[in-house]
């Protein structure tokens, strides 16, 4: 018959985690709370440069490559189509499936980035020609930057794919790259539209 | 705040969403012009904020049994007790529980503290006053001859109850209150509540520390 409490007086106490909120959830929930605010912060510049000019956009003579630009949405938008596939294949013990799923989101991640810095080389004006050149670039350089991100994850996903790192029990690597490929691709037909289109 | 990103299946639908939101908003801009455009984007955005907080898709979480099964001569009782934690009618229970059997006691103190706090993990001084009732209260279980030890929980009495649960193995579930009208647990439903969550007899026990106090007086 015995009582004790948990002394803490020889050592430092534990740290308190509560499981209210899982720790990978609120990281995620942090991550792209923060991305939010990065990408909101350059829309709010471009909406304002759109709505307080008179000026038409894009600006007279320079003209966006809406349709290319459209192919590249579509390639993005398919290559989360096989990042899904990719997962649910490793959900059924499908190894194959989740080999070829990454490989094919990787290089149609590849071939957008490659479109889009092309598109750069054409699109005939620079990120100094203005306002319109600055948000332009930014936006799309952004976004371009988290595709390169998302490529960078991607790869060593594939690589621990073809080591036969996952199993239909312990795939965690597949299911948080796929979150982050998602949110770009969400990003992406974001900027289309506003940009590109509207 | 229901974090829509919580899986790659989550995030999939989030951007099929996505998807026809923005594949909606840009035909109506093409077809009908600007303003059409803005007129799909203000419905769609209301319909969208409107369905986002009123659903209700989160599972009800897992009622929670206990881990190991006791020995016949043996009970193990967890107690949630906060500021009634010293009081003498939780005292007279665990002791009657104890009676006859090798019993192991676990006093679990929620840390309350403000909203506003807890969201700044600002906790130390919670954890500091609910440590002090819990000491006190483990000498004067001590003194009544029961085998008790304790730990301060978090600061929502379910959650604590759920996170002792998780590594004590309890058949029984001692939640102690304040009367009705005083009890911000009653009010909240804390009693009902993790008696629908925990597949555990739970026990309510109802102290009225000031009827104490006069008595001793």
């Known amino acids: ?198 | 705040m229901k974090n829509p990103l919580r899986s790659e299946a989550e995030a999939y639908r989030f951007l099929l969403g996505t998807i026809v939101y923005f594949g909606a908003i840009v035909l109506a801009a093409v077809v009908g012009g600007t303003w059409w455009g803005v007129g799909v984007f203000a419905v769609l955005t209301v319909v969208a904020l409107f369905w986002f907080f009123q659903r209700d898709d989160l599972p009800p979480p897992p009622k929670t049994a206990p881990r190991q099964p006791s020995a016949e001569d043996e009970t193990r009782i967890l107690v949630i007790a906060n500021e009634t934690v010293g009081g003498v009618k939780l005292r007279e229970l665990l002791r009657e529980r104890s009676e006859g059997v090798r019993e192991e006691v676990l006093v679990v103190t929620p840390a309350l503290n403000s909203p506003l706090r807890t969201w700044t993990s600002d906790e130390d001084g919670a954890r500091a006053a609910a440590q002090e009732r819990l000491d006190a209260s483990l000498s004067q279980l001590r003194e009544a001859g029961i085998n008790a030890r304790g730990e301060v929980g978090d600061g929502d009495p379910l959650q604590a109850i759920e996170d002792a649960l998780r590594t004590f193995g309890a058949d029984e579930i001692v939640l102690s209150t304040h009367p009705e009208g005083r009890s911000n647990w009653l009010e909240r439903g804390v009693v009902d509540g993790a008696r629908n969550r925990f597949d555990v007899p739970i026990t309510h026990v109802v102290v009225d520390l000031e009827r104490e106090s006069e008595e001793i007086r």
């Open chain 1, 1 to 198: 018959m015995e009582a004790h409490a948990h002394p803490h007086g020889e050592h430092p106490p534990t740290a308190n985690v509560s499981s209210r909120v899982d720790a990978r959830v609120l990281g995620m929930l942090l991550f792209i709370a923060s991305e939010i605010m990065l990408f909101g912060s350059f829309f709010t510049a471009y909406f304002f440069i759109r709505v307080s000019g008179d000026d038409p956009w894009p600006l007279p003579p320079f003209h966006l490559p809406v349709f290319i630009a459209g192919v590249n949405t579509a390639i993005l938008v398919t290559s989360s189509f096989t990042m899904h596939w990719a997962l649910q294949s490793i959900k059924r013990g499908n190894r194959a499936g989740l080999q070829a799923g990454l490989v094919l989101t990787f290089f149609m991640g590849l071939t957008f980035l490659l479109t889009q810095v092309t598109e750069y080389a054409r699109v005939g004006f620079a990120p100094h020609d203005g306002a319109f050149g600055t948000i332009f670039y930014c936006l799309t350089g952004l976004h371009g930057a988290h595709v390169f991100v998302g490529l960078t994850i991607l790869l060593f996903v594939t690589i621990r794919a073809f080591r036969g790192h996952f199993s239909p029990e312990h795939h965690h690597g597949v299911e948080i790259g796929g979150i982050y490929w998602h949110f770009v691709d969400v990003m992406w037909i974001v900027v289309y539209s506003t940009v590109y289109i509207l």
